[in-house]
């Protein structure tokens, strides 16, 4: 089954679930602007194609709610741009010699890096931040931008294309963080959560360099 197969209404709730999940019926219904019941028709089909689930959750008295998630098979349908193939590749590369596997990230980092520095060009901090959360998510990486206060960022990519390459080859993940920190050189940025450590995203707190240094002369002066 391919994404781009699946009727639009049924596609957006599994671009919804991807995004927010897991969630009650209820907000999936107004997050699509359909009623309940439609809702509900289009999770049951959903349900019995295996790629949607959902968990029961007791929250006090009354009937329990249902959460709805998408199942291992329903993240499949989610862009994947390196597989089994590109494993199998880079294996090659790194039997005949492991300094050119490391030389492949850095090429792919570096026209990564040039890319979006263009984008970001000329831009105050803040914009810059949301820019670069829209080259992430154009890029594929359903990437989300949450505004933490006093000059903080965290972006969160809910969906991870290097995964497959990055559970054998740790460069994949270390060339990703780095490529945030490239393009924001003005920023501290950390990796708070981590899809490999069994998180279910990956998220990069941002802030200015300096930070947390100006707000502790604020409490003093």
């Not at 998630?69 to 880079?90: C, I, Q, S, V």
């Not at 080259?135 to 990519?157: H, K, M, N, P, S």
Request: some cysteine.
């Amino acid at each position: 089954m391919l994404l781009d197969l699946i009727p639009e209404a049924r596609r957006e709730i599994l671009k919804l679930l991807k995004r927010q999940g897991p969630l009650p019926v209820e907000d999936i219904a107004d997050a699509l602007e359909i009623t309940v019941s439609g809702a509900r028709q289009h999770l049951s089909g959903l349900e019995k194609d295996g790629v949607v689930t959902y968990q029961r959750i007791r929250q006090g008295p009354g009937r329990p709610r249902h959460l709805y998630e998408l199942t291992d098979e329903g993240d499949a349908l989610f862009p994947r741009r390196y597989d089994e193939l590109a494993n199998e590749l880079l294996g090659y590369v790194q039997e005949h010699d492991p300094t050119l596997l490391d030389q492949l990230f850095v090429r792919r980092a570096q026209r990564r890096i040039r890319g979006a520095q263009r984008r970001l060009e000329g831009l105050s901090f803040p914009d810059k931040v949301r820019e670069l959360a829209k080259i992430l998510d154009d890029e594929g990486y359903y990437a989300e931008l949450q505004d933490l206060g006093g000059g903080r960022f965290r972006i969160i990519e809910r969906n991870c294309l290097v995964k497959d390459v990055a559970e054998r080859y740790a460069q994949a993940c270390t060339s990703e963080l780095s490529f945030v920190r490239k393009v924001l050189p003005e920023a501290e940025v950390s990796r708070s959560t981590h899809v490999l450590n069994n998180q279910p995203c990956c998220a990069y707190d941002i802030r200015p360099r300096g930070a947390e240094q100006r707000a502790g002369r604020g409490v003093h002066e």
